[in-house]
């Protein structure tokens, strides 16, 4: 099992950027698929970002690409997602989950919520305009 807590979040105003911080524990990080997903007040929760295994692939939703960088740093079992130009509508509790079973080249089981078995219990991150 592996353990995930969230930082990083907080009040911005638009236009700003964030860092997001997502910390490891129990397990190899090396051994998950690790993704952002974020769930915003009377919405469903939705895939944001995800990165294989080694850091190889990275796959982002349409509404953050361009702006977004998810990445990983195995040896320090942290994972990271930097959001840029925010926007109010990313006001969102974020989470980062996990899954050791995704294979690297599935580019539809990253994005799919119900893959990941391990969350973390959310940051949220509030933008002004």
């Known amino acids: 099992q592996v353990q995930l807590v969230e930082s990083g979040g907080g009040l911005v105003q638009a236009g700003g950027s964030l860092r997001l911080s997502c910390a490891a524990s129990?397990?190899?990080?090396?051994?998950?698929?690790m993704g952002w997903f974020r769930q915003a007040p009377g919405k469903e929760r939705e895939f944001v970002a995800a990165i294989s295994r080694r850091g190889y692939r990275t796959y982002y939703a349409d509404s953050v690409k361009g702006r977004s960088t998810i990445s990983r740093d195995n040896a320090k079992n942290m994972v990271y997602l930097q959001v840029n130009s925010l926007k109010p509508e990313d006001t969102a509790v974020y989470y980062c989950?996990?899954?050791?079973?995704?294979?690297?080249?599935?580019?539809?089981?990253?994005?799919?919520?119900?893959?990941?078995?391990?969350w973390g219990q959310g940051t949220q991150v509030t933008v002004s305009s």
């Open positions: 989950a996990a899954d050791p079973d995704i294979p690297d080249t599935n580019s539809d089981r990253y994005q799919a919520i119900q893959e990941y078995d391990y």
């Open positions: 129990g397990r190899t990080l090396s051994r998950y698929t």
